[in-house]
């Protein structure tokens, strides 16, 4: 049965988009060029990128700290916890190349991209900050991993690991 060109036209233009489509919704790939703190890193070819789902203090004081101070985390914690969150990274990612996922938002208000960071032997950077510690669970919106990451911020906790340590 003989196709009309209109139909093969549709067919082309149904096979392009799915193709556009796809490659828009694939993972990218880059390697780690900078470490700007304990939760954004620089991605040849990205840009700056927010590792999703997580949050580490801020090298100063500021307002986000009566998160960690709330959680239980005593303020002397957190300058050493953004620093070791911050050291942790450029031993684990930097020069890496990374494979980036994304979630619902592709984006945060700063125009930063949020990303899952997985390394090149599989782990997934973001999981990696919370067991060892140095991250907290970003609560205030829901993603994909989020049941996970708490799982893996209780561990941590009871585990007395990076800002949960007893001094």
Known sequence: MPHSRWQIFV???????????????????????????????????????????IDTPERKASERDKTYRRAGIPP???RYGAKQATAFLIRTAKGQVVTLTF???????????????TLADGRLLNRELIREGWALVYRRFDFRLKDDFLREEVAARGAGRGLWAKE
């Open 11 to 53: 067919l082309i233009i149904s096979l392009l988009l799915c193709t556009v489509l796809g490659a828009a919704a694939a993972d990218v790939r880059g390697r780690v060029s900078w470490i700007y703190d304990g939760d954004t890193i620089k991605v040849d070819g990205v840009g700056k990128v927010r590792l999703l789902g």
């Open 76 to 78: 002397q914690q957190l």
């Open 103 to 117: 979630d619902r938002e592709r984006k945060d208000h700063y125009g930063r991209t949020l990303a899952y960071v």
